[in-house]
């Protein structure tokens, strides 16, 4: 039997139990792109409600628990991100591996789509601003069962990915350029908030509305706020769009809307220095998939092929610094 | 040595067919895939005809940085392995601030290095309408 016919039969014994009666699913679930590490799979039941299910990859040991993205989902909710609402949760693993079922909301999460499409031209427009009010919610959550960081998250973010770069063995002169340079300017970093942590195109559900809901919370954190305006601004996340923020909007649209919904002025040379190292954590994290498939823990073409990426960051951090 | 067509020649027929004939049969993740594997082989024929000269040129630039410690390469394969290595001693190096007084001199050289992997890798990246890049 196929992974996704197994897993029809598991969700309809599943979803019949959560229900109290019994219900079928409509077709096969299909496996949506999306997530690094956790998969996600689109089901419907033959009712026609949709749904969308969120579980470990079965087999491989879960990087990071379950417990916490569905808690941080509800928080969300609660601060004022728009998020999928969690209608049931599988600690157990009765679907092949420790997961939880969201509602289904319409529309695409696809880059390249909401970038060049006609149908998302208004929302293009003004996501720019929706991003920067709905990233300023997401700065007041409850930071409850958060680890608080140990240090200033500037300088344990420069330890750990040249500690990373270390363990990887492979030498990279434009990064440690980059790791110096960022040394040498550590911004003040005078708020711990909650952090995203991968707020961009490709995790945004987007209509021709705008910005329907944040997904992928897998690795939200305490840090520096800072640092998810520069994860959003940085190269590789505008898909060769023309704008600076997610390749759809201008940087002071994003910042006047942060700073009127949270109060607080955007320190733009932090942003600055966020956006730097984020080219540094995100190349660095396309070593490290391109290495679990040299490896052999994950056999991948999509993880072999992003070993050559690694390149565009070294390029961006070198035009940032020089 | 082999007949044409030549390795570069034989790529590029591969990743012919992936465009005009494979990828337009396949929808989603597959058809996803199927353009991954197009860059692939793009990649493999920039690298076929590029990659030699543009490790020499690399390890030129690596001698004048670190000094004559570093030995002449004779064949292709040694020239990578001796980039590697000095590609490992430059970035302890720049770690421990040892080409801080040089620090513009070193930024142009990786410079030139990434821009010359980047022509292999992905040349639409560095394309001259980009210029959006800084804060």
């Known amino acids: 039997m196929s992974k996704a016919a197994e897993l029809r039969d598991a969700l309809a014994r599943f979803c019949s139990a959560r229900l109290g009666r019994s219900v079928r699913i409509g077709d096969l679930p299909v496996r949506l792109s999306g997530g690094a590490s956790r998969e996600t799979w689109s089901f419907h039941l033959d009712d026609g409600r949709a749904f969308v299910l969120r579980r470990d990859p079965p087999g491989a040991p879960a990087q990071r628990q379950l417990s916490n993205e ?5 928080r969300a909710a609660g601060a004022g991100v728009p998020v999928p ?12 591996s420790p997961g939880f079922v969201m509602e289904h909301i319409e529309g695409e999460t696809i880059a390249r789509k909401i ?11 003004h996501m720019a601003a929706q991003c920067g009010e709905i990233l300023a919610r997401i700065h007041t959550m409850d930071a409850r069962g958060l680890a608080p960081p140990e240090r200033k998250p500037t300088e344990l973010v420069l330890d750990q990915y040249a500690g990373l770069l270390d363990s990887l063995g492979e030498p990279h002169p434009a990064f440690e350029l980059a790791l110096r340079w960022l040394g040498q300017r ?15 195109l490709g995790n945004f559900i987007v209509g021709p509305d705008g910005v329907r809901a944040i997904l992928d919370w897998e690795i939200v954190h305490l840090g520096d706020p800072w640092e998810d305006l520069a994860w959003l601004c940085m190269r590789s996340w505008r898909f060769g769009g023309p704008g600076d923020v997610g390749g759809f909007g ?6 006047d809307a942060y700073e009127q919904t949270s109060g607080v ?12 190292m984020s080219n540094v954590k995100w190349g660095v994290m396309t070593i490290v998939q391109a290495f679990t498939h040299l490896m052999g823990q994950r056999h991948s073409m999509e993880h072999a092929a992003i070993g050559r990426r690694t390149v565009e960051t070294e390029y961006d951090v070198l035009r940032l610094i020089s | 040595m082999q007949d044409r067509p030549t390795a570069a020649e034989l790529l590029s027929a591969a990743r012919e067919f992936c465009e005009r ?57 040694e020239a990578k392995q001796r980039v590697l290595e000095a590609n490992r001693e430059l970035a302890s190096r720049i770690r421990r601030g040892e080409m801080d007084e040089r620090w ?24 001259p309408a980009d210029s959006s890049t800084g804060a």
């Open chain 1, 186 to 200: 550590l911004p003040p970093s005078e708020r711990v908030t909650v952090v995203h942590g991968d707020f961009r």
């Open chain 1, 265 to 276: 002025p955007v320190d733009r040379d932090a942003v600055h220095w966020w956006e730097i």
């Open chain 1, 250 to 255: 201008a940087r002071e649209d994003l910042y």
């Open chain 1, 70 to 74: 569905v808690d941080v989902l509800r």
């Open chain 2, 21 to 77: 004939e494979l990828g337009p049969e396949l929808t989603g993740r597959l058809r996803f895939q199927v353009r991954v594997m197009q860059n692939i082989l793009g990649i493999l024929e920039r690298e076929w005809t590029g990659e030699e000269a543009a490790v020499r040129a690399e390890w030129e630039r690596l001698r004048v940085l670190l000094g004559d410690r570093i030995q002449e390469p004779s064949s292709f394969g």
């Open chain 2, 104 to 127: 513009d001199e070193v930024v142009a050289a990786v410079f030139t290095t990434v821009a010359e992997k980047l022509a292999i890798a992905n040349p639409a990246y560095s394309a």
């Open chain 1, 115 to 125: 970038l060049r499409d006609d149908e998302y031209a208004a929302a293009r427009g």
């Open chain 1, 85 to 96: 609402r969690v209608v049931w949760t599988d600690d157990a693993g009765e679907l092949g």
